[in-house]
């Protein structure tokens, strides 16, 4: 059976770093994401890593705050996130897909994790 749990997810302070964690089971995936959605907005596009991790592709948004990681031998994948923002405050979900790649389009995506809140204070 295939599981992605995310797990880290918390109420911080703007300013503040938190590491939002993904652990894969019943297979290893190619190319694991990160997307967000907060309350009456679309899924939105967080970063994308590829197998071996040496690619990676983030929104300008999140750009340079954000940075997505993965240990393939843990079959875990990574969201650290700085200097966060009210505006980043949402559910934040991990996908993964079995192409290996670095895709933007949540459609695209064939597994999904059931989420973690990200509450960003002011």
């Known amino acids: 059976q295939v599981q992605l749990v995310e797990s880290g997810g918390g109420l911080v302070q703007a300013g503040d770093s938190l590491t939002l964690s993904c652990a894969a089971s019943?297979?290893?995936?190619?190319?694991l994401a990160w997307f967000r959605q907060a309350p009456g907005k679309e899924r939105e596009f967080v970063g994308t890593?590829?197998?071996?991790?040496?690619?990676?592709y983030y929104p300008n948004s999140v750009k340079g705050r954000f940075t997505i990681s993965r240990d393939n031998a843990k079959g875990t994948v990574y969201l650290q996130m700085n200097r966060l923002k009210p505006e980043d405050t949402a559910v934040y979900y991990c996908?993964?897909?079995?192409?290996?790649?670095?895709?933007?389009?949540?459609?695209?995506?064939?597994?999904w994790g059931q989420g973690t809140q990200v509450t960003v204070s002011s």
């Open positions: 890593i590829n197998r071996s991790g040496g690619g990676t």
């Open positions: 996908a993964a897909k079995d192409a290996d790649g670095l895709y933007i389009t949540s459609s695209l995506y064939d597994y």
């Open positions: 019943g297979r290893t995936f190619a190319t």
